[in-house]
């Protein structure tokens, strides 16, 4: 999946039954009633506090019709191998964030008392993925250069520049390194700027920097 770790992490928690739902600290003799804290109208195993309870199950329909269609009570296995029927990878990457965004939800109020929305922590959940994707994106298809570094020509200086545009964090950056004959360093930089033009941007402010 193409996702934070974070929830990768949780996905394979959920399948293993290893999140600590009312259920399984019932289990572990750490709480004595497993009605979920929501509905107060099941027990909370996962599938009933990512997708079964009444608290969260219609924000579903907006994203997932086919879960809507089966009145079964699923697992959460059966519920994404329903959702990767239409096999769209991608489908499933968005199950578990939504899922993810849903146990987040839950911890919210159990440990800290707030009620979030829940159309406000899916769209976070799914900001933070198109956040991961584009990073992942940028790191992979930035384009180095086919040649290696050749030191300049004796009693000369060489300067290389790079700059770098963030999309999601609307920012861009500029990186400048000075360097001699001996591959020594004498200048390196690092500056913030509101430039289109980020390549020549770089090579004015690498310019600024070595001839102040």
Not at 26 to 52: F, M, N, P, S
Not at 75 to 96: G, T, Y
Not at 120 to 136: G, P
Not at 197 to 210: F, K, P
Request: aromatic fraction near 8%.
């Amino acid at each position: 999946m193409k996702v934070p770790n974070r929830v990768k992490i949780f996905a394979w928690r959920a399948f293993k039954n290893g999140l600590p739902t009312r259920r399984n600290l019932k289990a572990r003799h750490i709480v004595q009633e497993a009605l979920c804290e929501w509905c107060t109208e099941g027990e909370k195993d996962v599938a009933h506090a990512l997708y079964y309870c009444l608290s969260v199950r219609q924000s579903w329909k907006h994203y997932f019709l086919v879960l809507m269609t089966d009145d079964a009570q699923l697992d959460i296995i059966q519920l994404a191998l329903k959702v990767m029927s239409k096999r769209k990878p991608e489908d499933l990457d968005k199950f578990f964030l939504i899922a993810w965004s849903m146990w987040h939800r839950r911890n919210q109020k159990v440990f800290e008392n707030k009620i979030l929305p829940t159309d406000q922590v899916i769209v976070h959940a799914l900001i933070l993925a198109k956040d991961y994707k584009e990073a992942r994106f940028q790191k992979q298809n930035r384009k180095l250069s086919s040649c290696c570094w050749q030191a300049p020509p004796q009693n000369a200086l060489k300067l290389n520049v790079d700059g770098v545009v963030f999309d999601t964090l609307n920012r861009v950056r500029v990186g400048l390194i000075l360097r001699n004959t001996s591959c020594e360093v004498i200048l390196v930089a690092s500056m913030q700027e509101n430039g289109v033009e980020i390549e020549l941007l770089a090579i004015l402010r690498g310019l600024q920097s070595a001839f102040p």
